[in-house]
Structure formats: structure tokens, C-alpha cells
């Protein structure tokens, strides 16, 4: 009986010990992988590498974290993957088009996932994309656009220029020829270089603003709720609406732009595990090495912190009633894809 009890004992203080073992110890000898739905030399893929350099010595147990591409369908693959595949334990964190949101609420059937209930762990930048033009184009506004039909290199069929482009056109009745098949906004670039599209509306102001203005190319409009300051006489996209109506619409599909390059991670994760993730970013962002490096890569920040950036998205997801089937039809076949 005193060896049993003796049993009993040590098993009951192995328990007590676990229980005990504080869950900042979860990812010590872990492997934190942070993936971007995009093919490397892009905004997506710069700034996940550069945010998954530094993660590692803020979160508890300093774990190795590795970035891994992994490109499809505008991203929608690995947005569908964090949702219902990747471990749900803190260790598959991602960056994934912050157009997703959108293309979700307005009832893309490729999309498993619903935005609200993702784990929004924080954003570095919010997002300044522009529809910039070859300089041997004559297309030099978006007045140019309804008269003479351009060829727009474009990602992945639920990517944020694929949507935006298809909307002008059905609202505004521009005549842009939408190219699939570039894995990301690197390759398009040397696709307008090489004069095999005449645009793109896969760059962004804030990282793509030295190209722009080397390859002497036309900026057309920006897909961005207020304009970037050294772009005052380009249009945004809700500028360009010709009523009230069509400015509404506009302003909703430019909400995307403040989601942004975020960190996202799936649904279902321990909330102590959330409230670490979430730390660990602030504390990453705001390390003088972070900001450093950033700096060198011309890379810019605009941070929010998780709380912020989840009430972001579910303001998004809410959209309902009218304008949401008014939007449905201006997004056409974008939003069925």
C-alpha cells in the first residue's frame, strides 16, 4: 500500500508539474514558420522576411523563425490553409493579401475562412497601392482609360488589382485587359519592363516609388482611402466616383488599404498564446534593429497592434444590407473566382 501510495504521489506531482510549467516555455526549441501567400522579391515577401528576422529574440523561448513563400491563387491558398490546416498552436503565423477580406464578404466561394475569426496578431504598413502606366502608352489618365483598352499584368485571380480593376471597369466602364499567371508584384514588374504588359496596379507607392519614377511610369490613380503626400495631383480611387453612390462604393473597396501588410494567424489559438504573439510583434516593431533595418530596405511603417487591427477587419467583415449587393455587382466575376 505504501508503494502505491508512494506511485500515486509521484504521478500527482508530475501532473501538478506540468500543470505548473509556465507556457512561455511552449516555444522554446519550436520552429515558428511565418508565411507569405506570395513568390519571393515582392512588398509581401520583403517585409514578411524582414519581420520574421527579428520575431524570434521577442518571443518567449526564443524559437527559430523561418519565412517561407508560399504563392497561389492571390494568396487565397495559404489564407485557406491558415484557416483549416496549419497548426493552430502559434507556431503558423502568415501574411496573406489584405484583399481577401473583402473578396470574402462579398461571397467568394474559394474562400474557407471567415476574416473575423483569424487570429490579427498586427500590421506593419498599411498598404498604398497605385495603377501606374509604360511612358509609351498614351494613357496618362483615367479619362484616357474609357476610349483605348490597356494590358494590365495582374497576380492571382483574388488579388486586391484584380478586384480594384474589375471594379473601374464595371463602374466607371474603363477598358482595362486584365493578364493573369505573375505569381507576385516582383515578376510583374519585369513583365512591364520587358514591355510584355503596358501597367500595373501591383505596386506600392510606399516600397515601389523608386522604380516607378525610374522606369518613368505614369501614375494613373491610387487605390487608397487618402492620398500619399508626394502624390498630391493623382486622383484616389474614391476620387475618381462620378456621384455620391459610385464614391461610396469606392470607399468600400478601398478599405482593404488599411489592413495591409499584416501578421494573421489561424483561428482557435490559446488566448495566452495570442496575448504572447501579439507582444512579441510590438516589441519586434519597435526594436531599434527592426526600425533600422527597415530603413535600409526603404521600407516604411505604419504600425497597429492586434486589438486594433482585428476591430479593423470586423468592421470590414460587417458590411451588409444594400451596399453590400450593390458592391457584389461591381465586383462581377471578380468576386466569383
Not at 69 to 92: I, W
Request: proline share 6%.
Amino acid at each position: 500500500m505504501r508503494a502505491l501510495l508512494l506511485i500515486i504521489v509521484t504521478a500527482f506531482a508530475a501532473v501538478a508539474t506540468a500543470w505548473a510549467e509556465p507556457q512561455s516555455d511552449f516555444f522554446r526549441n519550436r520552429t515558428v514558420t511565418v508565411y507569405v501567400g506570395y513568390g519571393p522579391g515582392g512588398g509581401y515577401d520583403l517585409y514578411c522576411r524582414l519581420f520574421a528576422t527579428h520575431l524570434g529574440k521577442h518571443l518567449p523561448g526564443n524559437p527559430v523563425v523561418v519565412a517561407q513563400n508560399r504563392p497561389g491563387a492571390g494568396s487565397l491558398r495559404l489564407a485557406n490553409e491558415l484557416y483549416n490546416v496549419l497548426p493552430r498552436d502559434g507556431t503558423a503565423l502568415g501574411m496573406i493579401g489584405e484583399v481577401l477580406v473583402i473578396n470574402q464578404v462579398l461571397g467568394d466561394t474559394q474562400a474557407m475562412f471567415d476574416s473575423a475569426k483569424f487570429t490579427w496578431i498586427g500590421r506593419l504598413v498599411d498598404s498604398g497601392p497605385v495603377l501606374a502606366m509604360r511612358p509609351d502608352v498614351p494613357v496618362a489618365t483615367i479619362e484616357d482609360a474609357l476610349t483605348r483598352e490597356t494590358i494590365i499584368g495582374v497576380p492571382g485571380a483574388g488579388s486586391a488589382t484584380v478586384l480594384t480593376l474589375t471594379v473601374i471597369n464595371n463602374v466607371l466602364g474603363t477598358k482595362f485587359k486584365l493578364v493573369s499567371g505573375y505569381e507576385g508584384s516582383a515578376e510583374i514588374r519585369l513583365a512591364v519592363e520587358r514591355g510584355e504588359v503596358q501597367g500595373t496596379g501591383s505596386v506600392f507607392w510606399r516600397v515601389d516609388k523608386d522604380w516607378i519614377r525610374q522606369q518613368k511610369l505614369r501614375v494613373i490613380y491610387q487605390a487608397t482611402l487618402d492620398p500619399a503626400p508626394d502624390l498630391p495631383r493623382v486622383p484616389t480611387m474614391v476620387q475618381l466616383g462620378r456621384t455620391e453612390d459610385e464614391r461610396k462604393m469606392f470607399r468600400f473597396f478601398s478599405s482593404y488599404t488599411v489592413i495591409g501588410r499584416s501578421i494573421v494567424a489561424p483561428p482557435g489559438i490559446p488566448a495566452d498564446r495570442v496575448a504572447m504573439l501579439r507582444a512579441a510583434f510590438d516589441a519586434t516593431v519597435a526594436d531599434p534593429d527592426f526600425v533600422a533595418d527597415a530603413k535600409n530596405a526603404k521600407l516604411d511603417l505604419d504600425v497597429i497592434g492586434g486589438k486594433k487591427l482585428a476591430a479593423v477587419v470586423g468592421d470590414v467583415a460587417a458590411l451588409s444590407g444594400p451596399l453590400l449587393e450593390k458592391a457584389k455587382r461591381a465586383a462581377g466575376k471578380a468576386a466569383e473566382k
